[in-house]
């Protein structure tokens, strides 16, 4: 009888949800708007193509851009960490497979790179510390 009991709130908690989630306004969007947003990165698009791939950096030089996009910070948005996610904490998690991801993803950004590297050092420095530790202590269990 709990079992039931148990299935039948389920059901009825499951059903509940889908019929919030329909009525949520966070799956709709206004098509106009977003194609408005874009309208100034479309006018970039066709001026970089119209000047022979013109790079950012000469647009701005030469004041090619428009307001909105003369005010970016080139520096930072070049040099931005893997997937949002710092090169140190890549290599300290993934050790040498995050320093392959943050090379290939961040196009050689060397500061990244090696902040990669230093992660996977001190991972594998702590993994080597534990495990002497560790040996250690079984070492004097076992009396060796």
Partial sequence: MKKILLIAAMAIFMSCQGLWA???????????????????????????????????????????????????????MMMEPALGIPGFWWGCVLGPVGILVVYAVTDNDKDEVKKALYGCLVSTGIWVVFEIIWIAALGNNFGF
């Fill in 22 to 76: 329909n009525q949520a306004d966070d799956f709709k969007y206004n098509k106009q708007k977003v194609q408005d947003e874009f309208s100034d990165l479309n006018l970039l698009e066709q001026t970089v193509i119209d000047n022979s791939f013109i790079t950012l950096s000469e647009m701005k030089s030469k004041n090619m851009l428009t307001s909105e996009f003369s005010n970016l910070n080139l520096t930072s």
